[in-house]
């Protein structure tokens, strides 16, 4: 993964022309509510960033660097536009692989943030572009009363994925969270089911929550 010495100058707002059009970039920022943003070559050079990708990457930075890593991209971008370019790599129709989504959540105690990777369809290139698109998620971790764990007899695994429920998660992201199988996930999730004698995640989630 490279960042080459002229992507800063991508940052940079250009002097408004009364002729100017939006660039392709912009319009999808736009149209997905200007979440960041961030455009690859296939080799993994990074050739565009909006404001708000340029500001999460940088807080995935600062967050790695806290932690001893000198990378010039976060571990989490280069670890999705590599599985993108090992899925390029592999023989497949064209109509296929451009289907693809690749999900990933960063966890921070604050703001998670989730990063979904794509292909870049543009007709008028020989080659392809990794597309990233980074959000914030607003949901946020609750914790589960001590009170309510008990009367519910609750294990620390079951309190667990009870919230990440409450989070919003899906099983799969649960499961890779808590580094887990997804069949684990479902069982724990059953048990809560029947502990909470609820027919839905949503009936957990008010049996749980109720004295919020």
Request: charged share 25%; proline share 5%; glycine share 6%.
């Amino acid at each position: 993964m490279t960042v080459p010495q002229h992507e800063a100058v991508l940052d940079r707002k250009p002097k408004k022309r009364s002729d100017q059009r939006e660039s392709p970039f912009a319009q999808l920022a736009r149209r997905r509510g200007a979440p960041g943003v961030l455009v690859f070559a296939a080799d993994g050079t990074l050739l565009y960033r909006n404001a708000q990708g340029a500001g999460m990457m940088q807080q995935l930075l600062d967050e790695e660097s806290a932690n001893g890593s000198s990378s010039e991209l976060p571990t989490v971008i280069i670890e999705v536009c590599e599985h993108l370019q090992r899925i390029l790599d592999t023989p497949s129709p064209r109509q296929k692989w451009e289907q693809v989504e690749i999900r990933r959540v960063v966890e921070h105690p604050v703001m998670p943030i989730l990063i979904r990777g794509y292909f870049l369809s543009n007709p008028r290139l020989s080659y392809s572009q990794l597309l990233l698109i980074m959000e914030r998620l607003g949901r946020r971790v609750r914790s589960i009363s001590p009170q309510t764990k008990a009367r519910f007899h609750l294990t620390n695994r079951e309190e667990e994925i009870a919230q990440w429920i409450g989070a919003g998660r899906t099983n799969k992201e649960i499961a890779n969270i808590l580094k887990i199988s997804e069949h684990t996930v479902k069982e724990h999730i059953r048990h809560l089911l029947r502990k909470t004698k609820s027919h839905t995640r949503t009936g957990i989630l008010a049996c749980l929550y109720q004295d919020d």
